[in-house]
């Protein structure tokens, strides 16, 4: 696909982005909200950062955008250092998560102000601006003021001012969190294709994982200022490095176990057979995951994990229902293709190549005995 440009000589080239051991502490706070962060960006791509509050994500943009000062480290555009590079001069945009509009503007004006800041003439600021509406299909609305639109179309005006410049990077602190779960699903499609044809740069935060899965080319997840696992978001979420992605990125289904050869002990007295190839050595802690949708009803299987549980209640997902389990004071979770009645008593597998297999500590394992 053609990259549509707004820069006058299109000399459009979006860097990849390189942020190196950097650590930031707020005034007063007792640990670093950055803590030798390292992750990379690839250039023309979509970066999504994803993890819960307070794990430095907002924090890293700003910081990336130049609204924040770093403690150490640096901050690479490509092969420029921009760590002490003012904001403005950084050729980023960034989309914020309240709009940020001016309410007395009209859509016009709203998308045209950083061109007017930056001297740009009359006529190229009207023709950015058209470009710039017609990409975030809101054209038809550029007299109206954000006071007659509705959410989503505030959204696309701020995305609209964030891109009228043509940026080499594009920062979005959860341009969608804002809006229900319908329009959402839409926005983050157009937003998908709107960065390809943009072709800036993009790094995007959120804290919902379905979010991050389905717009990323490059994961990172961060857990208080530091990256727990950055990747291709199909291996992260194939091969979780911990438990706390395991968990973050699916919900996995997460059992603390002691082996006992062929078997696994947990919970209060409850046991479960692995599949063949797959013994765990005698008094060997470990904790087993896998995915609610990877679990099945059926008669026991000597290639697969089997155990027994209790349905606790079903919900109706549609097409499938999660149901809840009991299985020695376990709670596990498990996407069938029907309701199950709560108090009836399952046979359960998990086959082998869907198990995940961590240590105590909560670290992946790796070797013969991880698919």
Do not use: W
Request: charged share 20%; hydrophobic share 45%; with cysteine.
């Amino acid at each position: 696909m053609q990259h549509i440009r707004f820069s006058a000589g299109g000399g459009f080239a979006p860097p990849p982005i390189f942020v190196d051991n950097v650590s930031k502490t707020h005034a007063g706070a007792a640990r670093p909200v950055l803590d030798g962060l390292t992750v990379s960006c690839p250039a023309g791509r979509i970066t999504v950062i994803v993890g819960p509050s307070g794990c430095g994500k907002t924090t890293l943009l700003r910081c990336l955008c130049g609204l924040e000062p770093i403690g150490s480290g640096a901050i690479r555009f490509g092969d420029a250092d921009v760590g002490n590079v003012d904001a403005q001069k950084r050729g980023v945009a960034m989309v914020f998560q309240n709009y940020a509009l001016y309410p007395s503007k009209t859509v016009a004006e709203n998308i045209a102000f950083p061109l007017r800041m930056a001297a740009v003439p009359k006529a190229e600021r009207l023709r950015r601006v058209e470009a710039a509406a017609r990409l975030v299909r809101i054209e038809t609305l550029l007299e109206r003021v954000p006071a007659q639109l509705s959410g989503g179309q505030r959204q696309r005006v701020g995305i609209a001012r964030a891109i009228v410049r043509g940026p080499r990077v594009l920062l979005m602190d959860e341009p969608l969190s804002n809006l229900d779960t319908k329009l959402r699903v839409e926005m983050r499609t157009e937003l998908a294709l709107l960065q390809r044809q943009i072709g800036a740069t993009t790094v995007y935060v959120t804290h919902d994982q379905t979010e991050a899965l389905a717009l990323a080319d490059h994961l990172i997840i961060l857990r208080e200022g530091a990256v727990e696992q950055q990747g291709a978001p199909g291996d992260i979420f194939r091969r979780p490095a911990s438990i706390f992605v395991a968990d973050f990125l699916g919900s996995m289904n997460l059992i603390a176990a002691e082996g006992a050869g062929a078997n696994l002990r947990f919970g209060d007295g409850g046991e479960m057979r692995l599949p063949a190839g797959h013994e765990i050595a005698a008094g060997e802690r470990l904790i087993l995951g896998f995915r609610a949708e990877d679990m099945r009803v059926g008669p026991p299987d000597p290639r697969s994990l089997c155990l027994n549980a209790d349905v606790v209640r079903s919900e109706l997902l549609g097409t499938d229902s999660l149901v809840h389990l009991s299985a020695a004071n376990q709670v596990l979770r498990a996407r069938l293709a029907v309701p199950v009645p709560a108090g009836q008593r399952l046979a359960l597998m998990v086959d082998a190549e869907h198990l995940h297999f961590f240590s105590a500590s909560g670290r992946r394992r790796s070797g013969a005995r991880d698919p």
